[in-house]
């Protein structure tokens, strides 16, 4: 295969670069993308960066989704964009309290003050809202700046897993309780790629390539040396720390977060139609979609669940 | 001599004040120096405004023998009207310039301009640099430099001093001989009215009516004996008695 | 007066109708998915369709955007007044305007919310968008009077205050109403923005939420829908503070009045 | 003219070591933790600390500015102009300018990242932030022409383009200076809002993402270093043109001008 | 007659040129009305603006016998320097409104300087609104309004005709006797200076040296006759020479 010109492909993540897409990273770092015939750049994203819009425009080839609420609002506004790959099993989205206010169980948190981004509030918090009787009035936006959070004792943020309690660990001095709303029965994928129908029917072995050496570009990050994709993050995105890193390698693998449930059984990236089922039923009750959805139009399975990447599993 | 412009049943009103000049009949004729007498706020600017173009008039004509002539205008504003960011020099220069003459071959006119006025070690000052006499000089130099057919001039000397300004008809009247100009003069002075033109007008304090007219042998000579002889006594006592009568009154 | 404003208006909405009929034309031609570009057909359906919703966020945003104007107005005005007293002040105030206007509300919008609810949160940001025009245009219009006008208040030993109210002020106004005019569409963006950086979500937001939603949910044309009533708002505030630029200046100032005869 | 400049400075340096002195002293007494409020001196440190990385941004931030100051500039003077041509024209312009203004780059930020690299859709978004300001004012000052000026040029026979070129441009100078400095100040935070906006891919290497990234991260002493190297750079732009103003009009125009006497 | 202001060696320049004023001597002396003549550009306006405190000199003393009648100054600028935001009623009240007169309490005073300048239906009027003369007779009415104890007048009849000009000299000559008011005047004609002053001084075209000075007796009564008999020829005959003189040039 080394004979054959490398094909190039675009990848848009949806964040600046960081833990959460090391995957990508490794694959790139160490030749696997290449390995798989593939010449892969990634595009960046930012906060207000729409990386569906640019891989439906044909800016990028594949492009990486945050969850499965947005893959039905892709459905529901008929762009050909479809789900090809998981690679969190578990959403990393959580919700943060001050220990010790009278916030310590996840059923306290509906009173408190909820710093909330818009993206959040429209999706996960609407569920909240319906399954644990969380208030629309107790909102304030989060800015990405956890100042407001820590400063108010009686308050919850949302954030990351892997990111945000390592920062008000450090500069708030305590340590957050932390609630994976994952364990509180949010069972959206996470991370997932998508590509273009007409990427799908017109060149299936590219989709299929990209999938697999991401799969394994994902074990190699975290179980391999993952040195040089974490100097290609710090290169992308200069303000990332090796502290910040370690520990969102630490919490990714402590708690499964890319090789947890099915991916055990059928390798990282599987997707499920009895879970996105579980899911999008969550999603009607919750109001966030309406049940006539052709959802399933939204992803498929063909790419996956072929064990790739457990051959390399070193757990 | 032919009228080179005339007005015919021209009236002009501001708003919907009365207006201003009423129904005026009036001829410039080639060659001529036109003077308007006539007390203040009697229509005399307009009147000049209305010859240049820069103003419409409600009912009536304005019709030109040459169309060519009707470019071919000079004009002094009652106000200097210099623009405040060009020196002496580039005011002066303005109107070549916009005729497209370039600054080096415009140079001698505009010099020879500002000796005229008096400016000649003016050129880099600014207007605000100058005295308000100054400033009208430069608005003469402006309006001689093109060597217009016809000049337009209102109120231009009021701003200086008697010694300058009998230079200043002198210089005139001489610009006048050598180009043929026609020119048509404001002044609220009566001597100089007498001693300038060829006829006089005194317009009438309300609605521009032609209370009288002067007309004055263009082959008499301007000059010192005839500023002090009879004829110029007797011409100035009429001018000042149209005047009197032209704002409703009598000695 | 009608008949005229409806000539003045007449050559615009036509151009606009043009402008529009490309734009349908074009995205039907090149068939340009509603995602990308959506045609305004299909934007002037969905203001329909979203009508209360999108309204009542426009109501929201424009209620800010008057409190922030205001605001403006009052704190632009008073700063240049200030600052045209003495030079020393303007020197020193000056740094401090433009502090405020270079620092990025994004930023700043979290720590605000440490000691702002929200609802004022929003205001300050927005105020911070509009303001700096307005103090910079009318401390320039302050500054400009001519030096004559000057001259004839320090011959009739004018106090501080009678030669602000008498002079500076009326000669200032042009530029004043110049800088409003600008700042007008600054404070209705500000508003928006403000609302991004620092505004909660959910019931009684105003079209920033509604925008930054529909662009979540990839519902472009809704988006667009938000984009239109703004820009709509924008044109409003302009012609409104034009018309009053007019009225308050058409008797003297040469940039409105009619050129005479 | 070095010691009248450095005597003109004095007082504002002054008064910026109290405002400093006060801060300092206010974050100390109050104890007021890091995370809300950095004192100065922190910032300073943080400042030299991360000086390769800060000034780098700076440099990145500062280029999109320049450039699209100069085209704020190059295109509002020239809209500006083609509406001072005619009446209709400026009427039928003036919507879309306006429309341009209001819309919120972060909304489109992501449509333009469609059509464009995000380079050149952070240079437009910047630009779209900075050059209303520009427009309205040179417009405004290409209106305001003394109507005495204006005969003189109609008796001449003076062709459009002279008329621009020789009496509405100079006469228009000292508004569109002003524009200038209002658009400047906008140019440098459209920079950074349109580097959050559209900065993606490898784009996000200015002052905007060293701030959110900062404050994302708690480390606000270097949010404020940040914040500090914008203001610092507002202000040497804002004085900049100031100091161009200042030439360019000194000569004649009453607002910068000594008083004659 | 004591000075009321004096100038004792005062100089002034402008920029780096020649001084305009070079060691001017000069005493205002209490109830006289001072004419400055003398070529354009030479310093009158100058010398006024020194004198009402509106510029400073670069050397030399200024000094006033009481300085409380330093704040009662009028003055009629050589432009007519009104407020264009301002109707002619308003721009006239504005002297007295800065002194905190309420417009009500101003409004006799304010019609009856506008009477006297012959403006009494233009109250509503704004300044574009007006001619040339208009403009300026606003700005005397303005100067009048506030009864000076020193007023200062700057060309102010330059631009209106004859006829209003001789009232409006009479109209000067009555107000100045009914209040005692101090004057000092600037003038290009001659025989408006004579009939007007008490005192005339001619200034050179250069430094503003004090050529020459021709005292009036101010017991003369300013009529008809006086200006029509030969003290006045022969007055205007001094003058005209000491203005010709202080132009550098002689018969
Ligand atoms: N733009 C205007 N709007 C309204 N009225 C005007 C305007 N221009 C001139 N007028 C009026 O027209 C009349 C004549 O004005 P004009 O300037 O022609 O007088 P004039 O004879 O030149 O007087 P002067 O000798 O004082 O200059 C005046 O009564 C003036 O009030
Ligand atoms: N601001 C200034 N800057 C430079 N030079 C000035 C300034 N003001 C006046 N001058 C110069 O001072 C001289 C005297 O000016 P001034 O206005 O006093 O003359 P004037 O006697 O009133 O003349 P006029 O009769 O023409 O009004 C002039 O040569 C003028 O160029
Ligand atoms: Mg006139
Ligand atoms: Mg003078």
Same mark, same amino acid.
């Given at each position: 295969? $080394?004979? %054959?010109?490398?094909?190039?492909?675009? =990848?848009?993540?949806?964040?600046r670069?960081?833990?959460?897409?090391?995957?990508?990273? @490794?694959?790139?770092?160490?030749?696997?993308y290449?390995r798989?015939g593939?010449?892969?750049?990634?595009? @960046?994203?930012? *906060? @207000?960066?729409?990386?569906?819009?640019?891989?439906?425009?044909?800016?990028?080839d594949f492009?990486?989704?945050?969850?499965?609420?947005?893959?039905?609002?892709?459905?529901? @506004?008929?762009?050909?964009?479809?789900?090809?790959?998981?690679?969190?099993?578990?959403?990393?989205?959580?919700?943060?309290?001050? *220990?010790?206010?009278?916030?310590?169980?996840?059923?306290?948190?509906?009173?408190?003050?909820?710093?909330?981004?818009?993206?959040?509030?429209?999706?996960?918090?609407?569920?909240?809202?319906?399954?644990?009787? =969380?208030?629309?009035?107790?909102?304030?936006?989060y800015?990405f700046?956890?100042?407001?959070?820590?400063?108010?004792?009686?308050?919850?943020?949302?954030?990351?897993?892997?990111?945000?309690?390592?920062?008000?660990e450090?500069?708030?001095?305590?340590?957050?309780?932390?609630?994976?709303?994952?364990?509180?029965?949010?069972?959206?994928y996470?991370t997932t790629?998508?590509?273009?129908?007409?990427?799908?029917?017109?060149?299936?072995?590219?989709?299929?390539? =990209?999938v697999?050496?991401?799969?394994?570009?994902?074990?190699?990050?975290?179980?391999?040396?993952?040195?040089?994709?974490?100097?290609?993050?710090? %290169?992308?995105n200069?303000?990332?720390?090796?502290?910040?890193?370690?520990?969102?390698?630490?919490?990714?693998?402590? %708690?499964?977060?890319?090789? $947890?449930?099915?991916?055990? %059984?059928?390798?990282?990236?599987?997707?499920?139609?009895?879970?996105?089922?579980?899911?999008?039923?969550?999603?009607?009750?919750?109001?966030?979609?309406?049940?006539?959805? *052709?959802y399933?139009?939204g992803?498929?399975?063909?790419?996956?669940?072929?064990?790739?990447?457990?051959?390399?599993?070193?757990? | 001599?032919?009228?080179?412009?005339?007005?015919?049943?021209?009236?002009?009103?501001?708003?919907?004040?009365?207006?201003?000049?009423?129904?005026?009949?009036?001829?410039?004729?080639?060659?001529?120096?036109?003077? &308007?007498?006539?007390?203040?706020g009697?229509?005399?600017?307009?009147?000049?405004?209305?010859?240049?173009?820069?103003?419409?008039?409600?009912?009536?004509?304005?019709?030109?023998?040459?169309?060519?002539k009707?470019?071919?205008?000079?004009?002094?504003?009652?106000?200097?009207?210099?623009?405040?960011w060009?020196?002496?020099?580039?005011?002066?220069?303005?109107?070549?310039?916009?005729?497209?003459?370039?600054?080096?071959?415009?140079?001698?006119?505009?010099?020879?301009?500002?000796?005229?006025?008096?400016?000649?070690?003016?050129?880099?000052?600014?207007?605000r640099?100058?005295?308000?006499?100054?400033?009208?000089?430069?608005?003469?130099?402006?309006?001689?430099?093109?060597?217009?057919?016809?000049?337009?001039?209102?109120?231009?000397?009021?701003?200086?001093d008697?010694?300058?300004r009998?230079?200043?008809?002198?210089?005139?009247?001489?610009?006048?001989?050598?180009?043929?100009t026609?020119?048509?003069?404001?002044?609220?002075?009566?001597?100089?009215?007498?001693?300038?033109?060829?006829?006089?007008?005194? &317009?009438?304090?309300?609605?521009?009516?032609?209370?009288?007219?002067?007309?004055?042998?263009?082959?008499?000579?301007?000059?010192y004996?005839?500023?002090?002889?009879?004829?110029?006594?007797?011409?100035?006592?009429?001018?000042?008695?149209?005047?009197?009568?032209?704002?409703?009154?009598?000695? | 007066?009608?008949?005229?404003?409806?000539?003045?208006?007449?050559?615009?909405?036509?151009?606009?109708?043009?402008?529009?009929?490309?734009?349908?034309?074009?995205?039907?031609?090149?068939?340009?998915?509603?995602?990308?570009?959506?045609?305004?057909?299909?934007?002037?359906?969905?203001?329909?369709?979203?009508?209360?919703?999108?309204?009542?966020?426009?109501?929201?945003?424009?209620?800010?955007?008057?409190?922030?104007?205001?605001?403006?107005?009052?704190?632009?005005?008073?700063?240049?007044?200030?600052?045209?007293?003495?030079?020393w002040?303007?020197?020193?105030?000056?740094?401090?305007?433009i502090?405020?206007?270079?620092?990025?509300?994004?930023?700043?919008?979290?720590?605000?919310?440490?000691?702002?609810?929200?609802?004022?949160?929003?205001?300050?940001?927005?105020?911070?968008?509009?303001?700096?025009?307005?103090?910079?245009?009318?401390?320039?219009?302050?500054?400009?009077?001519?030096?004559?006008?000057?001259?004839?208040?320090?011959?009739?030993?004018?106090?501080?205050?009678?030669?602000?109210?008498?002079?500076?002020?009326?000669?200032?106004?042009?530029?004043?109403?110049?800088?409003?005019?600008i700042?007008?569409?600054?404070?209705?963006?500000?508003?928006?923005?403000?609302?991004?950086?620092?505004?909660?979500?959910?019931?009684?937001?105003?079209?920033?939420?509604?925008?930054?939603?529909?662009?979540?949910?990839?519902?472009?044309?809704?988006?667009?829908?938000?984009?239109?009533?703004?820009?709509?708002?924008?044109?409003?505030?302009?012609?409104?503070?034009?018309?009053?630029?007019?009225?308050?200046?058409?008797?003297?100032?040469?940039?409105?009045?009619?050129?005479?005869?």
């Amino acid at each position: 295969s $080394s004979a %054959r010109a490398l094909d190039k492909v675009s =990848f848009a993540t949806n964040w600046r670069a960081q833990a959460e897409h090391g995957g990508f990273y @490794q694959a790139i770092a160490d030749g696997t993308y290449a390995r798989y015939g593939l010449d892969v750049t990634i595009v @960046q994203g930012g *906060p @207000q960066s729409n990386a569906r819009l640019l891989l439906a425009a044909g800016r990028v080839d594949f492009a990486m989704g945050a969850n499965f609420i947005q893959t039905f609002e892709v459905v529901r @506004q008929k762009i050909p964009v479809v789900v090809v790959a998981s690679m969190f099993q578990i959403d990393p989205v959580i919700f943060m309290s001050h *220990p010790g206010q009278g916030l310590d169980r996840f059923e306290d948190l509906p009173q408190a003050t909820a710093f909330v981004a818009n993206d959040l509030f429209v999706s996960v918090y609407q569920w909240l809202k319906q399954a644990y009787g =969380f208030r629309e009035e107790k909102v304030k936006p989060y800015g990405f700046n956890p100042a407001p959070f820590i400063a108010d004792a009686k308050s919850v943020q949302e954030g990351f897993l892997t990111s945000e309690p390592y920062q008000v660990e450090r500069q708030g001095g305590f340590k957050p309780n932390v609630f994976l709303l994952a364990d509180y029965g949010y069972d959206s994928y996470s991370t997932t790629i998508e590509t273009r129908a007409e990427t799908i029917a017109g060149n299936p072995d590219l989709v299929q390539r =990209f999938v697999d050496a991401s799969i394994l570009g994902w074990r190699n990050y975290l179980y391999g040396d993952n040195n040089a994709a974490n100097a290609a993050i710090k %290169r992308d995105n200069p303000e990332m720390t090796d502290g910040l890193l370690a520990y969102s390698v630490a919490r990714l693998k402590e %708690r499964g977060i890319v090789d $947890s449930g099915d991916a055990q %059984r059928f390798g990282v990236g599987v997707m499920t139609d009895a879970r996105i089922k579980s899911f999008f039923d969550k999603m009607v009750k919750a109001g966030v979609v309406p049940a006539d959805l *052709p959802y399933r139009n939204g992803y498929t399975l063909r790419f996956i669940g072929k064990n790739a990447g457990m051959e390399a599993a070193s757990k | 001599m032919r009228p080179l412009v005339s007005l015919r049943g021209v009236s002009k009103r501001f708003g919907s004040g009365a207006p201003v000049l009423n129904a005026v009949d009036l001829d410039v004729f080639e060659g001529e120096t036109l003077t &308007l007498l006539g007390p203040s706020g009697c229509g005399k600017s307009t009147a000049l405004r209305l010859l240049a173009g820069l103003a419409q008039p409600n009912s009536g004509v304005i019709s030109w023998a040459d169309p060519a002539k009707q470019r071919r205008l000079g004009f002094v504003f009652q106000e200097p009207t210099l623009l405040p960011w060009r020196d002496v020099f580039s005011n002066v220069y303005l109107p070549l310039q916009l005729k497209g003459v370039a600054r080096r071959e415009a140079a001698p006119l505009v010099e020879e301009a500002l000796d005229l006025v008096g400016l000649p070690s003016f050129g880099r000052a600014l207007p605000r640099e100058l005295s308000g006499g100054m400033k009208m000089r430069c608005a003469i130099a402006r309006a001689f430099v093109t060597h217009p057919a016809l000049l337009l001039m209102d109120e231009p000397f009021a701003a200086l001093d008697e010694v300058t300004r009998f230079k200043l008809n002198d210089d005139l009247l001489a610009l006048k001989s050598r180009l043929g100009t026609t020119i048509v003069f404001v002044t609220h002075s009566v001597a100089e009215s007498v001693f300038i033109s060829t006829r006089i007008l005194a &317009l009438a304090s309300r609605g521009g009516r032609i209370v009288d007219e002067i007309d004055i042998d263009p082959a008499l000579r301007r000059d010192y004996e005839f500023r002090h002889g009879p004829a110029f006594s007797d011409l100035s006592r009429r001018a000042s008695q149209a005047l009197l009568r032209a704002m409703g009154e009598d000695e | 007066m009608l008949a005229r404003v409806l000539a003045a208006a007449f050559p615009p909405l036509l151009a606009f109708a043009v402008v529009l009929g490309l734009w349908e034309a074009a995205v039907r031609a090149w068939e340009i998915p509603v995602y990308q570009l959506p045609a305004p057909s299909v934007i002037a359906q969905k203001l329909i369709e979203d009508r209360a919703l999108l309204f009542s966020s426009l109501l929201a945003t424009l209620s800010i955007t008057v409190q922030a104007f205001l605001l403006a107005t009052i704190c632009g005005a008073l700063l240049a007044l200030a600052m045209s007293q003495s030079r020393w002040l303007a020197r020193i105030i000056a740094p401090y305007a433009i502090i405020l206007q270079v620092t990025p509300i994004v930023a700043i919008a979290p720590l605000l919310l440490i000691y702002l609810s929200p609802h004022h949160a929003v205001l300050v940001c927005a105020f911070l968008v509009a303001f700096f025009p307005i103090l910079s245009n009318t401390a320039l219009g302050l500054a400009s009077v001519d030096h004559a006008l000057l001259d004839l208040f320090d011959l009739y030993g004018a106090s501080a205050w009678r030669r602000l109210i008498y002079l500076r002020a009326p000669a200032a106004l042009p530029q004043f109403l110049a800088g409003l005019r600008i700042a007008g569409g600054l404070a209705l963006i500000g508003a928006v923005v403000a609302e991004l950086a620092a505004g909660a979500g959910g019931q009684g937001s105003g079209l920033a939420f509604r925008i930054v939603e529909a662009g979540f949910r990839l519902d472009i044309p809704r988006m667009f829908a938000a984009l239109a009533l703004l820009s709509v708002s924008g044109v409003a505030i302009y012609g409104a503070l034009s018309l009053l630029s007019f009225f308050a200046l058409r008797r003297w100032h040469d940039s409105v009045r009619e050129r005479g005869g």
